[in-house]
């Protein structure tokens, strides 16, 4: 069973992405892509929300996808039967790194912000 990547050594962690970077060339251009849709969302959802936590949530969810999933229909008997796979990704989350992040991320909102009113007062 392999093991979670916070259990691997820094030189086992670049091995790693070494050959994962041989097998799939293309994640790392789908990891920023992605990235940035995570980031666009981030913005329009701090911006909207103007503080409010129950907006910034509400605004986050609105940018949700919806999770894929496999359904089956067969019959069993006389009865029709479905089935409805999902896949669920509960990976481990480094509330500190997260934190660190979301606060950096924050800052840098705030002060385009204050750039901005700024620059509108002079108008």
Do not use: C
Not at 2 to 30: C, D, G, M, V
Not at 60 to 67: H, S, W
């Amino acid at each position: 069973m392999p093991r979670l990547s916070n259990q691997l050594s820094r030189t086992e962690l670049i091995e790693h992405r070494r050959t994962i970077s041989k097998k799939r060339p293309s994640l790392p251009a789908k990891a920023s892509k992605s990235f940035t849709i995570m980031y666009q969302a981030f913005r329009a959802a701090f911006e909207y929300a103007d503080g409010d936590e129950a907006r910034f949530s509400q605004a986050l969810d609105q940018f949700a996808q919806p999770r894929s999933h496999v359904t089956q229909t067969y019959t069993a008997g006389k009865q029709q039967r479905t089935i409805r796979i999902t896949a669920t990704a509960k990976p481990e989350l480094d509330h500190k790194r997260y934190a660190q992040a979301l606060l950096a991320l924050a800052e840098q909102l705030s002060e385009e912000r204050m750039v901005k009113d700024a620059r509108g007062s002079h108008y």
